[in-house]
Nanobody, 124 residues
Framework: VQLQASGGGLVQAGGSLRLSCAVSGLTSSRYIMGWFRQAPGKEREFVVASSRYGGGTAYADSVNGRFSISRDNAKNTVYLQMNSLKPEDTAVYYC??????????????????WGQGTQVTVSS
């Protein structure tokens, strides 16, 4: 199983980025897919999750209304569209697959598969 995150980079505050998570070795539509992030000196935190077959989504309060998760099942890829970026969004972003139930969507320990992370830096 491999999750390959990409699309990070340096952007000015107010700008946008789209992250991609290409999945191989499992059918991502059958899993809760989530994005987490870890800022320097901080613990990794939940950002957003998409339920199996894309039926529902959940966002952290800090990104609600600015970020959007989507799936392309034909490509076995999950995306994170990030708009109105802020300096506090600076972090390494990780995609992950959760085999549990929807109520566990923000529980990092229940995500069995993780990508390698992609750096997002937002300048002020």
């Amino acid at each position: 199983v491999q999750l390959q995150a990409s699309g990070g980079g340096l952007v000015q505050a107010g700008g946008s980025l789209r992250l991609s998570c290409a999945v191989s070795g499992l059918t991502s539509s059958r899993y809760i897919m989530g994005w987490f992030r870890q800022a320097p000196g901080k613990e990794r935190e939940f950002v957003v999750a998409s339920s199996r077959y894309g039926g529902g989504t959940a966002y952290a309060d800090s990104v609600n209304g600015r970020f959007s998760i989507s799936r392309d099942n034909a490509k076995n890829t999950v995306y994170l569209q990030m708009n109105s970026l802020k300096p506090e969004d600076t972090a390494v972003y990780y995609c992950a697959a959760n085999t549990g139930v929807w109520s566990t969507r923000d529980e990092e320990r229940l995500y069995a598969y993780w990508g390698q992370g992609t750096q997002v830096t937002v300048s002020s």
